[in-house]
């Protein structure tokens, strides 16, 4: 990157979080990623190298580590040209959503993370001229806790992410509840994958995004954003899965087209032979709960069939969603069992303010960071080397739950055994595709008291209304699958 010739005008917006913004060159397959912050909130230039390093650092040194080098990309940490950045700023700011633009790019350190763009296949540095479509998945918590500090029952039944979704539509964060459970998608039986799949794609959230040629062209920012159209997204999908079989267009075609990007999808996300160090986290029992979330409508309908379950399929142990959520597994206490570590922590620190950097709760991440995140024990002796331990493990288990997925297909030329990359079958056509993770942050050691909170409100929340309402309309003489007593009197 020549950054004396920058020019805005050769970047387009892409995309961004709570945390950072990125954009898009239109040429090369390179994004640049910029930090936000309030208005309010000022920071120095060595600050945010640093924050940005941190970030480089963990990709490389732990989640690398963990997830395989063929799925994360480090990047490295760029200086711009302060007159390019305003620029850029101002060439892109029509473009934001309104609910994001109150924070406000950083314009003043002139730093920046430069990464390949993961919504283009990873192997050329340029634009290929064929068409590429990207599949970008947030899959959040794929288990449900089983350890003994959870105190709300409701938590060994139902997941997070279904619990969370009625809070999240009560204060008008998205319009209605989504049919999505990540323990279907993670549960690597095709049949659940596929409804998963389906669930997302008619309420997507922010949980599915679909870029098609580095655009997006399906998701949803926030409550405003309009209603998914399944019609729409078949019309830009019906060339890449069916190219010259002139499928006529109305709702057969748009299920046809649907269904097979699903299939495609499950059998990438079930693929997969990179090797990462998640397995040496697996020791001893396992500490998740059920395979089925009951709040699921695919659990449900399991349920009222008399089934505890559906055929166990498990995931492949070289896919990435199975080494991502042995990382997630990395919560080993739930937020119940680890803020009083947390306080232990705190309060070691409140005595001694000088050891905060002595503990790496702000880096570096490096080897010997990594090393300590793979001691499962459980057994607490009380130390404080232990609680910051589970800590440091609950960040980065924290990272994983909300990390993104970013699947790239592009259809294979007529010589496929010229492809670089992997190749994964449809019913008319053959993908060439890559599979990368993009916000892998390390999760703040502050905020782990919100998280502490929220985890409170989420379940009262549910318990107070969705539960409460449950238990009311079941019949009180006999619920269904309880276990009941015939008595015969003698007449």
């Not at 970008?136 to 918590?141: G, L, N, R, T, Y």
């Not at 010997?368 to 232990?386: C, H, I, N, R, W």
Request: aromatic fraction near 8%.
């Amino acid at each position: 990157m020549d950054e004396g010739k920058m020019d805005e005008n050769e970047w387009r917006y892409h995309g961004e979080g709570n945390k950072s913004l990125v954009v898009a060159h239109a040429q090369r397959c390179v994004v640049l990623r910029f930090l936000k912050f309030p208005p309010s909130r000022k920071k120095t230039s060595e600050e945010i190298f640093q924050h940005l390093q941190n970030i480089v650092d963990f990709s490389k040194n732990v989640m690398k580590e963990f997830l395989g080098e063929n799925y994360v990309h480090c990047g490295e940490v760029v200086q711009l040209p302060l007159d390019f950045v305003k620029r850029l700023c101002l060439k892109i700011q029509s473009e934001r959503p309104e609910s994001r633009c109150d924070k406000d790019l950083d314009t003043l350190s002139g730093y920046a993370l430069c990464l390949p763009n993961l919504a283009r296949l990873q192997t050329y540095r340029f634009a290929e001229h064929r068409p590429i479509l990207c599949v970008e998945i947030k899959p959040k918590c794929g288990f449900i806790p089983l350890c003994g500090a959870v105190t709300h029952e409701l938590k060994h039944r139902i997941c997070r992410y279904c619990m969370h979704q009625h809070l999240k539509v009560a204060t008008g964060k998205w319009k209605q509840i989504s049919k999505y459970c990540p323990l279907d998608l993670y549960s690597g039986n095709k049949q659940r994958m596929h409804f998963a799949l389906k669930s997302l794609l008619r309420e997507a959230q922010n949980n599915l995004k679909i870029f098609k040629n580095g655009e997006l062209i399906y998701g949803c920012a926030d409550a405003r954003s309009p209603v998914a159209d399944w019609n729409e997204l078949a019309h830009h999908l019906k060339p890449f899965f069916f190219p010259s079989n002139g499928l006529a267009g109305g709702p057969h075609c748009t299920r046809a087209v649907i269904r097979e990007l699903v299939r495609v999808i499950t059998r990438v996300l079930l693929s997969g032979s990179d090797k990462g160090r998640a397995g040496a986290l697996r020791r001893g029992p396992a500490p998740w709960g059920p395979r089925v979330c009951e709040a699921s409508p695919f659990g449900r309908s399991l349920h009222r069939q008399g089934k505890n379950s559906p055929e166990c399929s498990g995931l492949p142990k070289g896919c990435l969603l199975y080494k991502t959520l042995q990382v997630q597994m990395l919560d080993l206490l739930d937020i119940e069992g680890l803020y009083p570590l947390y306080r232990r922590v705190e309060r070691y620190l409140e005595e001694f303010p000088e050891e905060r950097k002595t503990l790496q709760i702000d880096g570096p991440y490096d080897e010997a960071f990594y090393q300590k995140l793979l001691d499962l024990s459980t057994e607490d002796d009380g130390t404080v080397a232990f609680a910051l331990t589970k800590v440091q493990q609950y960040r980065v288990a924290m990272t994983a739950k909300d990390c993104s997925i970013m699947i790239a297909l592009s259809p294979c030329l007529q010589d496929t055994s010229s492809e670089q990359r992997p190749v994964v079958p449809s019913s008319r056509s053959r993908f060439a595709f890559s599979v990368s993770v993009l916000d892998l942050d390390l999760k703040p050691y502050e905020s782990i008291p919100h998280q502490y909170k929220l985890d409170g409100k989420i379940v009262n929340f549910y318990s107070k209304t969705v539960h409460a309402k449950d238990a009311a309309v079941m019949p009180t003489r006999y619920k269904e699958s309880e276990d009941c007593t015939l008595v015969l009197h003698k007449v």
